[in-house]
């Protein structure tokens, strides 16, 4: 049989197995092991090896040694209130409007994104945060967890974000585009995502809007006593840390003070520093590093199964084939992007951000390179796909990482993510259109953009 008529037959298996309650891990290792017997015609040794190789090699990876210590950032932060300090400061400004919750929710996960780098956290962290206040307010449980889970994609956008970097490191280098060669400067890719991140702000609050006057009772009307002009610059103070840990973060890279790929462990440890100079008992902080501990234990057994998914898929050669037949269609270069989207938008069914990057960007970013989009252009919008790709449906490790954390259904969250999901898709299409958003910014500051 071809291999690509098995990938399909057991990916269908595992969605069905998914939607039967089983858990996701047990569903995407079980049918990892049973794809990779059928596809070497019933020897197991392949599958064996896969399954004693692919575990360590993917807990051994350094680029995911990131994700416990933003992890802990995330939980410190919460802790020691930096996190609570952006929601609040946000609230002062703007929780008073209509859907004033929920655009604190954005801003605040914006402003603390900067310091996380990582989507996975910021979720957690402000579902814990936001989510008894948005109930008790009135607010619609879908729409307020979808819109959590969909604004934490920011932090992949604002610097620093691993993807950025990780896509830098595995793109083809140097790359040709308008008939010359150039190289990708991970500087200038960090500078580029910053437009981006406000436009999808922007959207994302025309949405709730949009949801509001569309679902009447999803989105009470603004409430809450009104905060003079005084006590609102006065909560800017709250924003400090988080100013000062993005100044470390960012600037001890750009410096040259330290590499990008070790921004979490200088960020937990400034933030631990934070917590005994606020006065935190110890015992609170080794109770939230356990939190932290038990909730990476959760989310790294989805990475790991999602990793042998992934390889089974390699193995079957579906990515790559499905990345030249794109590479091989005569069609104007926008709908080509197009359709680049939407095979993104299937990678993230069964794949995790990582994975993606590293299996279609060397042949997928110079394809679209060489039909003109600005290199830069495409290491934002193909990272943010990948980000936007975790809150798919069946898979969608954002959404599994809140609910598990939350105790709360994943079908209750991917209810309420479809709009949010269609606005930051649509943010994707517009800097595709009008590149200038995505290269302004780093230009000014001196970069050459190609």
Request: charged letters at 5%; proline letters at 6%.
């Amino acid at each position: 049989m071809a291999p690509a008529l098995i990938a399909l037959i057991v990916f269908l298996i595992m969605m069905a197995m998914i939607f039967l309650g089983i858990p996701v891990f047990i569903a995407m290792l079980s049918c990892s092991f049973v794809g990779m017997v059928w596809l070497s015609g019933g020897n197991f040794t392949m599958a064996i090896t896969m399954f004693t190789q692919t575990p360590y090699s993917t807990g051994a990876s350094f680029n995911y040694a990131v994700l416990p210590l933003f992890m802990v950032v995330g939980v410190l932060a919460g802790l020691t209130g930096i996190a609570e300090g952006a929601f609040k400061s946000m609230r002062a400004w703007i929780g008073r409007l209509t859907g004033g919750l929920l655009y604190t929710v954005i801003g605040a996960n914006a402003v603390f994104g900067a310091c996380s780098g990582n989507s996975v956290a910021s979720s957690i962290v402000f579902a814990k945060m936001s989510l008894p206040e948005l109930r008790k307010t009135g607010y619609s449980e879908e729409y307020s967890l979808g819109c959590i889970c969909a604004s934490s994609a920011l932090a992949t956008l604002i610097p620093p974000s691993m993807g950025i970097i990780t896509f830098c490191l595995v793109a083809p280098s140097p790359i040709t585009y308008n008939g010359h060669t150039m190289t990708l400067s991970v500087g200038a890719a960090l500078c580029s995502g910053i437009l981006p991140a406000i436009l999808t702000i922007v959207i994302l609050c025309i949405a709730i809007r949009l949801i509001g006057h569309f679902k009447p009772g999803s989105i009470p009307p603004g409430s809450g006593e009104k905060v003079p002009f005084k006590e609102k610059l006065k909560t800017l103070r709250f924003l400090i840390p988080i100013l000062l840990l993005f100044m470390l973060i960012i600037g001890g890279t750009m410096l040259g003070w330290f590499a990008a790929t070790i921004g979490g462990a200088i960020g937990a440890m400034a933030v631990c520093i934070y917590a005994l100079f606020k006065r935190i008992p110890l015992k609170k902080i080794f109770e939230s590093l356990w939190d932290a501990t038990v909730m990476e234990g959760a989310i790294f057994i989805i990475i790991i199964s999602g990793s042998m998914f992934s390889k089974f898929i390699s193995a079957t050669g579906v990515a790559s084939t499905l990345a030249n037949m794109i590479s091989n269609i005569q069609a104007p270069a926008y709908l080509i992007f197009v359709i680049v989207v939407a095979f993104y938008i299937v990678c993230g069914c069964v794949m995790d951000i990582v994975s993606i990057i590293i299996i279609t960007v060397p042949v997928v970013f110079p394809v679209l390179a060489a039909l003109g989009f600005n290199p830069y252009v495409l290491v934002i919008t193909l990272c943010f796909m990948t980000e936007i790709a975790s809150v798919t449906p069946p898979i969608g490790m954002n959404v599994f990482a809140t609910s598990n954390a939350l105790q709360i259904s994943p079908t209750t969250i991917f209810k309420g993510i479809l709009p949010f999901f269609v606005c930051e898709v649509a943010v994707v299409l517009i800097l595709a259109a009008v590149p200038s958003i995505v290269t302004f910014l780093p230009s000014l500051l001196g970069y050459s953009m190609g």
